[in-house]
């Protein structure tokens, strides 16, 4: 788990800027004007792969402060797809000083927006937004602060999921384990892998045709 942390710490700094990390231990996270100047000094050699995000906490005297990552949950790609992911979410508290931007290259474009704010774009097919990460904002947005989103998932075990497939007149059903707390086991899928898509989450007792309660 520490070093998938330290992979989520040295993505959230490469990609948008924003590091977890102290200049002493037990201090507090460095202001957002260091994080710029190290930024502007560090992000293009580790995204390029020429320097590590370790190499850069050492060198420059810090302490990364992982304890600020809250494991939130783990997807697996289905085993049908030709290209597959074993990705861990986390979830942390933005410094509050730190200005985030975008790389331009693995982040194209950076907004302040809410996980219902998300839902409703993807809903109206003005983002793309896949299937686990639908799921985790709509999990995410069942909370009405920073602060008691963290609290609930450091109360919560985290459950492996790996989507079962299956197809029905309607779309693809997908089946994940009702233990890893999304409101539901079967979910239905309206639209082309990668691209916008309509979920319907069915209610636990559905068979696989699609029948039985459903809810956008």
């Given at each position: ?11 959230a700094f490469e990609e948008c800027g924003v590091l977890f990390a102290r ?47 809250v494991h939130f949950a783990h997807w697996i790609t289905p085993p049908h ?94 089946r994940i384990p009702i233990e890893a707390g999304y409101g539901a086991e ?31």
């Open positions: 788990m520490l070093g998938l942390m330290a992979a989520a710490a040295r993505e200049e002493y231990r037990g201090g507090p996270l460095v202001d957002g004007a260091r994080a710029e100047t190290l930024g502007i000094a560090y992000r293009q050699a580790i995204e390029a792969g020429t320097l590590g995000f370790a190499d850069m906490i050492e060198r420059e005297y810090l302490i990364a402060a992982f304890d600020q990552l797809m030709p290209k597959r992911f074993d990705t861990y979410f986390f979830l942390a508290q933005a410094p509050i000083d730190h200005v985030l931007r975008h790389d331009g290259h693995e982040a194209v474009d950076s907004t302040w927006i809410t996980p219902a704010q998300a839902r409703n774009d993807a809903d109206a097919q003005r983002r793309t937004v896949l299937f686990p990460t639908l799921l985790n904002l709509e999990k995410l947005g069942r909370h009405d602060s920073v602060m008691q989103a963290l609290a609930a998932a450091r109360d919560e075990t985290v459950v492996t999921v790996r989507p079962e497939v299956q197809t029905s007149p309607g779309g693809r059903i997908l079967e979910f239905l899928v309206v639209g082309e892998p990668g691209q916008n898509a309509r979920v319907v989450k069915l209610d636990v007792a559905s068979d696989a045709g699609g029948a039985g309660k459903q809810s956008s």
